[in-house]
T-cell receptor, first 112, second 112 residues
């Protein structure tokens, strides 16, 4: 079983739609949680951190449920520019260090 | 611009050749990482470093070596390239391993 699992999609939605992505993680020692965005043939870039209380950044809302080991991302009023792959990412201890573990990503295409 | 710089951006190697990928960061980050990204697999950690002179193995270290002689540089070496090492390689850095991961733009390596 992968440590971080996401529905790979693809999700094809019309402009203006609301779309939700889900992610589960298996390591209960995971400490911090993020959504990254990756455009085609580009590097991943941080979209937002995810906190237990839930957090919002404009049209984007992220939720974390530690008990269920579940993370979600909601995008409202989708724009064409939201088309990308969304990566669920967690950090966990590794010896004396911490490291990121990535999900495989969920591909989103917003259609005109 | 401040950030993470990877060189080269593209490279084609013949099976059995060796090469070194360079990652340089100017943010005074302690943590540096090398990932590879393959279709459907997400990003997988190869090696990482928690400070100058330190290195540690990640999830897929076989066939790779690393060195961090200077804090700002993290080198990834392929000793004897194999077609299975065809991938996109990303370097990342972080101040403390929790937040603020910055990625380089990637190196596309093809081994024929």
């Amino acid at each position: 079983r992968k440590e971080v699992e996401q529905d790979p999609g693809p999700f094809n939605v019309p402009e203006g739609a609301t779309v939700a992505f889900n992610c589960t993680y298996s390591n209960s020692a995971s400490q911090s949680f993020f959504w990254y965005r990756q455009d085609c043939r580009k590097e991943p870039k941080l979209l937002m951190s995810v906190y237990s209380s839930g957090n919002e950044d404009g049209r984007f809302t992220a939720q974390l449920n530690r008990a269920s080991q579940y993370i979600s991302l909601l995008i409202r009023d989708s724009k064409l520019s939201d088309s990308a792959t969304y990566l669920c990412v967690v950090t966990r201890p590794s010896g004396s260090a911490r490291q990121l573990t990535f999900g495989s990503g969920t591909q989103l295409t917003v259609l005109p | 611009n401040a950030g993470v710089t990877q060189t080269p951006k593209f490279r084609v190697l013949k099976t059995g050749q060796s090469m070194t990928l360079l990652c340089a960061q100017d943010m005074n980050h302690e943590y540096m990482y090398w990932y590879r990204q393959d279709p459907g697999m997400g990003l997988r950690l190869i090696h990482y470093s928690v400070g100058e002179g330190t290195t540690a193995k990640g999830e897929v270290p076989d066939g790779y070596n690393v060195s961090r002689l200077k804090k700002q540089n993290f080198l990834l070496g392929l000793e004897s390239a194999a077609p299975s090492q065809t991938s996109v390689y990303f370097c990342a850095s972080s101040l403390d391993g929790y937040y603020g991961y910055t990625f380089g733009s990637g190196t596309r390596l093809t081994v024929v």
